[in-house]
């Protein structure tokens, strides 16, 4: 499998993952947390909002926009190059943004939501994959 065949895969654990927070969110009901209960404590918070627009919204446009890159990227069509290195800062401002939410879950909100770290896990993968890649071929 291809690394963007693998990132390609792990988006769409992303858009599953952030259209279930989405409907839960919207039919006023908490997510399973898989990590004690914190889930609530952190998805309700004032930081669960980037200028107005819920994480999740956002973590689904992240996640639909890496996996559209991808499916170009694998199937070849497009300015490869340009589609590569847009995907790539799509990830790695994923990856900063993923780190300061961890952050704000530490040290701020002191809570901890398994489905954010699951989110920032996911990306933390596809940087893994982008890296580990990147050194091969060099």
Not at 34 to 55: A, M, P, T
Not at 74 to 94: H, N, Q, T, W, Y
Not at 107 to 127: D, E, K, P, Q, Y
Request: negative net charge.
């Amino acid at each position: 499998m291809t690394p963007h065949a693998l990132i390609f895969t792990l988006s769409a654990i992303g858009i599953a993952e952030t259209v279930y927070l989405i409907l839960k969110r919207i039919a006023s009901e908490l997510p399973v947390c898989l990590l004690g209960e914190d889930c609530e404590i952190v998805l309700s918070s004032r930081y669960n909002k980037i200028f107005g627009v819920h994480n999740d919204i956002l973590g689904f446009g992240f996640y639909l926009a890496v996996s559209l890159l991808t499916s170009f990227l694998v199937i070849g069509a497009g300015p490869l190059e340009r589609l590569d290195l847009l995907m790539k800062i799509f990830i790695f401002s994923a990856a900063a943004s993923s780190l300061f939410l961890i952050y704000l879950q530490w040290r701020v909100i002191n809570a901890w939501c398994s489905w954010c770290l699951a989110s920032s896990l996911t990306i933390f993968i596809m940087v893994v994959i982008i890296l580990t890649n990147d050194l091969i071929i060099l």
